[in-house]
């Protein structure tokens, strides 16, 4: 058993509190990591809210995390001790028919464990204070170790700065992923990228990667134009700045509306604009932020009868223990930026302050 510090969330819409952990040796097909880096996600707030259904405590968040492999379970045979890995929040078995079938990334091998705050076999690797922690979403990186699932784990250039790449477990490649997986961007075309929080900035990198000729960024947020257009935006406007609704501003703006739009914020309006805000004929929608549970979306069916495309994507559609590796590899060989994401770097003490700054927008 390994002692050590973890930020944990006794309760929702408290503070995270940093406590002395003890981490249990992993089991069969389980591996122990020591956390290097991790980032903090919107994910991760949401449910130390309260909001989310699935939301249980206490638990340990943080699910965007790099790491070295301390110890292997039983039957461990992709990574061993010593090997420089990424934890997944969206496992890759290869065997179930999620795996097998090349439409999705959705692995369902460990969906409902994983979604209660436990391990395959039903228990918990985390004690604090006498009691259980639970895990979250199969990784829980706001530990100095962590036990995840082996199939839950990418194993990554070891030459790798893990303070950056940690982002690569969730919100670049979510972004990034939905540019160019889901929606496939093609060279020439005009996108909208409503939210230009990291997931937003990084579909904006995918856009331009992928040719698009026009990229608006749209947020009420001026502060985060600069960066917008750094990664490729053409323009920025906000809503705030428009008497109609945004999506008649862009329709106006394209001559008829964008070829391909994005959600990444999560709200259910904003995703009914970016649907609404797409050409007739062709116009592809992607909805890539999470909406709090319970909410729906609408739109007149006439919009999807002329002939515009709703989709949604979970981590960009990125088949997760495949392609990882291959993502470091294209940030290590400067086809994908990720140094520009980082804003702030803290000491893991610090970390109720760096939800701090993401909730105020820096």
């Not at 050590?4 to 309760?11: D, I, Q, S």
């Not at 509190?17 to 990591?33: D, M, Q, Y």
């Not at 249980?56 to 992709?78: D, R, W, Y």
């Not at 992607?286 to 609408?298: K, L, R």
């Amino acid at each position: 058993v390994i002692k050590c510090k973890a930020a944990v969330a006794w309760e929702a819409g408290k503070p995270l509190s940093l406590e002395e952990v003890e981490v249990a040796p992993p089991k069969a097909h389980e591996v122990r990591i020591k956390i290097v880096a991790t980032a903090v996600c919107h994910t991760d707030a949401y449910t130390l809210s309260g909001a989310d259904p699935e939301g249980c405590f206490p638990v340990i968040l943080g699910h965007e995390g790099a790491g070295i492999v301390e110890s292997v379970g039983e039957g461990v045979t992709k990574v061993k001790p010593g090997d420089t890995v990424i934890p997944l929040y969206i496992p890759q078995c290869g065997e179930c028919k999620f795996c097998k079938n090349p439409k999705t990334n959705l692995c369902q091998k460990i969906r409902v464990t994983q979604g209660k705050g436990v391990m395959p076999d039903g228990t918990s690797r985390f004690t604090c204070k006498g009691k259980q922690i639970y895990h979250f979403m199969g990784t829980s990186t706001f530990s100095e170790y962590t036990v995840v699932a082996d199939i839950s784990v990418a194993k990554i250039d070891a030459a790798a700065p893990l303070d950056k790449v940690c982002l690569l477990g969730c919100g670049i490649s979510t972004g990034y992923g939905a540019a160019v997986n889901t929606a496939k961007v093609e060279r020439g075309s005009t996108c909208a990228v409503f939210g230009l929080g990291g997931v937003g900035l990084a579909v904006i990198m995918g856009c331009k990667i992928a040719g698009a000729s026009r990229i608006i960024g749209i947020d009420l947020n001026k502060d985060k134009y600069a960066k917008a257009k750094e990664l490729g935006a053409t323009e920025c406007i906000s809503p705030q700045d428009f008497k109609k609704p945004i999506q008649e501003v862009l329709a106006e703006m394209t001559d008829g509306g964008v070829d391909y739009s994005f959600e990444c914020i999560g709200n259910v309006g904003v995703m009914r604009a970016a649907l609404e805000a797409c050409h007739k004929g062709w116009g592809v929608s992607v909805i890539v932020g999470v909406a709090a549970a319970g909410q729906e979306i609408s739109t007149r069916p006439f919009q999807l009868v002329t002939g515009r495309t709703w989709k949604g994507t979970a981590f960009g559609g990125w088949k997760s223990v495949d392609s990882v590796p291959k993502l470091v590899t294209e940030y290590m060989s400067k086809k994908i930026k990720v140094d520009e994401f980082v804003t702030h770097t803290l000491p893991f003490d610090k970390i109720n302050e760096a939800f701090e700054l993401m909730h105020s927008g820096k």
